[in-house]
């Protein structure tokens, strides 16, 4: 299985970003997805999730109504489209994977950076 994510890089305050994560080696509508963050010196929160059909989607409030989560299950693909940025979005990003009823993610992307800069 494998979690190839892309499209982190740096930007200014207020700009924008699109991540994208593509899956393989697994069915992936038989999983959720999310993003997660971890920034220097603070623990890996969770950014955003989404149910394997899309039908579900879950924003921590640090990023409500600026970060949208998407996902194709023909391409096999979850994008986090980022607006607004801060400088507190400064983090690496992950995407994962969580089987249906597994209480945690089973499989992560290798990160992909995010500098946001005043």
């Known amino acids: 299985v494998q979690l190839q994510a892309s499209g982190g890089g740096s930007v200014q305050v207020g700009g924008s970003l699109r991540l994208s994560c593509t899956a393989s080696g697994l069915t992936f509508d038989d999983y959720g997805m999310g993003w997660f963050r971890q920034a220097p010196g603070k623990e890996r929160e969770l950014v955003a999730r989404?149910?394997?059909?899309?039908?579900?989607?879950y924003y921590a409030d640090s990023v409500k109504d600026r970060f949208a989560i998407s996902r194709d299950n023909a391409k096999n693909t979850v994008d986090l489209q980022m607006n607004s940025l801060k400088p507190e979005d400064t983090a690496v990003y992950y995407c994962a994977g969580k089987a249906g009823g597994s209480v945690r993610y089973n499989y992560w992307g290798q990160g992909t950076q995010v500098t946001v800069s005043s």
């Open positions: 989404i149910s394997w059909n899309g039908d579900s989607t």
